[in-house]
């Protein structure tokens, strides 16, 4: 079991910026990859952005490149996703969920998942 938590979602102006932060389990959360998947109402859940086990290599949508930044700091179990000039578009639930390898973006190959954080871009 990798439980994870995600903080920082809310309420933002188109242009503005937000930090979510995926919390895990001090001893287990290192060894994985973990990646951050959006899911909008009456939409498909999608691929944001991903991270390997040491934050070395990363990945993005193209939606989102250039945009959102994801890090990772093993020492306090967390990946963050900073988002800059977010736009209406960008409205969602967001999640982070954690895979045994990095590079995927599909969503049934990661095994676990946070419950969640809304983001609410307003134009």
Sequence with gaps: QVPLVE???GLVQAGGSLTLSCVGSKSTFASYAIGWFRQAPGKEREFVAGINWSGGLE???DSV???FTISRNNAKSTVDLQMND????DTAVYHCAAANLYGSRNSSEYEYWGQGTQVTVSS
């Design 7 to 9: 903080t920082g979602g």
């Design 59 to 61: 990945n993005y949508a």
């Design 65 to 67: 490149k250039g945009r």
């Design 86 to 89: 977010l736009k209406f578009g």
